[in-house]
């Protein structure tokens, strides 16, 4: 329970079901979360409580279509809004030593980076490099030189219902087995999903040592520590506003395919006026929380009021309105680095149907920019 913000959420999370042994996927998810739990423990006992409340959350059914936390979140949903944070996955996070593959939501990308320097990987010469030092050289980021790819969601796993139904910040992480030249990608591990996945597998071919286990227990556990202990909650607002301007650049095929369409052209037009309130609003709170940050005493109603809308930015996005083939699910207007529900009405053809997904697109961004509209707070006495 937190000590100063006890009702606001840090998930680290991940399945205990698998398919036949399940070493890898999900057992090696279990070690690392439950290392975590003895260390958090350990601390606990030497007098250190959160500032926020952390919770170690053991899921069944993942492999059944995510039954478990589908319907924790389904029971908790009004109370998760309000009070969720961030939510990290801990599902195979061990299946080889080639490098990290981290999926994620553009709100966690800084706090991601940052424990990536600080943890420290063997590599095949007998070195120690940190994470983001393999991945800068394993898969790097094409649009962005200096820095490594992470990755829009691809896998499913038990983040997709805290992110998809409730908007909370949430992200996956595994250390993948290789890469494939000839299909170009990264390479799965060879025993997923088969009577192969046990002990033995592990121990021979994917972590002899537990180096990997280890590092990956520092990464998660040092991103866990910062999103519940931090004065403002480490979120990239930035990185937020950088997505959705790069998701509403595909919009341009829109408009010259519905040139003479009036409704939809008016769609377009909200969307870029709410992505340019957005920003504005973005940049006013980044610059008021670095206000706040460089004072060592500042007033808590001013940091309640931060974190309240750091913690609920992310709310806006979700809307059971937004078409896709699960909607009872997937609710989030961006996913995969697109605006799904636009995507999809597009390719409808439906031009009514268009218009209302850009009409939630919009409602939704500049919903967003309002939350983040700086607030007036009468100083402490």
Not at 72 to 96: C, H
Not at 275 to 283: I, K
Not at 308 to 330: C, E
Not at 349 to 359: F, G, H, P, V, Y
């Amino acid at each position: 329970t937190g000590q100063l913000e006890p009702n606001r959420y840090v998930f680290l999370g991940n399945h205990r079901d698998s398919w036949v042994y399940g070493a890898a996927d999900a057992l090696t998810g279990m070690s690392v979360l439950t290392e975590t739990g003895r260390v958090l423990g350990r601390l606990l006992k030497q007098g250190w409580r959160p500032r926020r409340t952390i919770k170690l959350c053991n899921f069944g059914g993942e492999e059944f279509g995510l039954i478990g936390s589908v319907e924790w979140m389904e029971e908790n949903s009004l109370i998760f809004k309000q009070r969720g944070v961030a939510y990290l996955n801990t599902d195979v996070p061990v299946q080889g030593n080639y490098t990290l593959l981290a999926q994620t939501d553009p709100l966690l990308v800084s706090v991601i980076y940052k424990w990536k320097k600080m943890v420290k990987v063997p590599t095949e010469e007998g070195k120690y490099e940190s994470m983001f030092d393999v991945m800068l050289k394993r898969g790097p980021r094409p649009s962005t030189p200096g820095e490594p790819r992470l990755w829009p969601y691809q896998f499913a796993s038990d983040y997709i219902p805290f992110y998809f139904m409730a908007g909370i910040p949430s992200a996956d992480f595994s250390y993948f087995f290789g890469y494939d030249k000839d299909k170009g990608g990264w390479q799965l591990y060879p025993s997923y999903h088969t009577q192969e996945d046990t002990y033995y597998w592990v121990e021979q071919f994917a972590d002899p040592k537990f180096e990997i286990h280890r590092a990956m227990t520092l990464l998660m556990g040092g991103m866990l520590l910062d999103l519940a202990d931090s004065r403002i909650i480490p979120l990239d607002l930035p990185r937020l506003n950088h997505s959705l301007h790069q998701a509403q650049s595909s919009f341009t095929s829109i408009s010259a395919s519905f040139p003479n369409d009036k409704r939809v052209l008016d769609g377009l037009s909200a969307v870029k006026r709410s992505l340019r309130e957005f920003t504005r609003a973005c940049d006013s709170f980044v610059s008021a929380v670095i206000k706040t940050s460089s004072k060592e005493e500042a007033e808590s109603v001013t940091l309640q009021a931060l974190n309240n809308q750091l913690t609920q930015v992310g709310k806006a996005f979700i809307d059971s309105r937004v078409l896709n083939p699960n909607p009872d699910v997937f609710q989030h207007v961006l996913s995969a680095g697109r605006f799904s529900g636009v995507s999809n009405a597009v390719k409808s053809n439906d031009t009514s149907k268009i218009q209302e997904q850009l009409s939630i697109l919009s409602v939704a961004i500049s919903t967003a920019g309002k939350i983040l509209q700086p607030m007036r707070i009468p100083s402490e006495e």
